[in-house]
């Protein structure tokens, strides 16, 4: 065991702890021998931020509570006037049709075709506007997915299990199908789908 001078084991002793081992009074551990009027200050300030950490709380769960209101409210308006924009793309050809048939009896064949043509144009653009496509498969492969066979008719021309006629056109809204085209399905002479 080393040997230590007896002056510095004394002072090391008794720099932050007393002869007994315990923390000093002057070290400010000891909450029996601490000042009572700092021990009140220093609860005040505890409680004083406990009550700035609450209110911080409290307006973070109510900001987090309007904007979930707020969302919910756009939700249900996004779904009341979902069609909005595309009705009033119809608008114009409501018009078009009345006035064709406002006129209809002072108008001759070709100036009503024309009307009819005009209207069909602006249904037509607004369709494209909000990309409903129209599906006319005549002559292509027979698609379940997209085409309801109403007959099937033997064909010596046609591809046996192809659109052989579009009875009624489908239409398509972006990458879903709103309805499918009615077809006729070319089947071979034989009697059955062909191979292909």
Do not use: C, W
């Amino acid at each position: 065991m080393e040997n230590v001078p007896a002056g510095s084991q004394s002072e090391g002793a008794s720099g932050a702890y007393g002869a007994a081992g315990r923390p000093d009074a002057d070290a400010g551990t000891d909450p029996a021998s601490a000042d009572p009027e700092a021990l009140r200050k220093a609860l005040a300030s505890a409680e004083e931020s406990a009550r700035t950490q609450r209110d911080l709380y409290l307006r973070a769960a109510a900001e987090l509570d309007n904007v979930r209101k707020r969302a919910q409210r756009d939700i249900e308006l996004a779904h009341r006037y979902a069609l909005e924009g595309f009705a009033a793309e119809l608008l114009a050809v409501r018009d078009s049709l009345e006035l064709g048939v406002r006129n209809a009896s002072n108008a001759d064949a070709s100036t009503l075709r024309a009307g009819q043509e005009a209207t069909l144009k602006l249904l037509d653009q607004a369709f494209g506007k909000f990309e409903i496509r129209l599906l006319d498969p005549a002559g292509q492969r027979f698609d379940p997915a997209q085409h309801e066979a109403i007959m099937m008719q033997e064909s010596a021309e046609a591809a046996p299990n192809s659109v052989l006629q579009v009875v009624q056109p489908g239409y398509q809204l972006k990458d879903r199908l709103l309805r499918p085209a009615r077809v006729i399905v070319a089947k071979s002479a034989e009697g059955g789908l062909g191979e292909g």
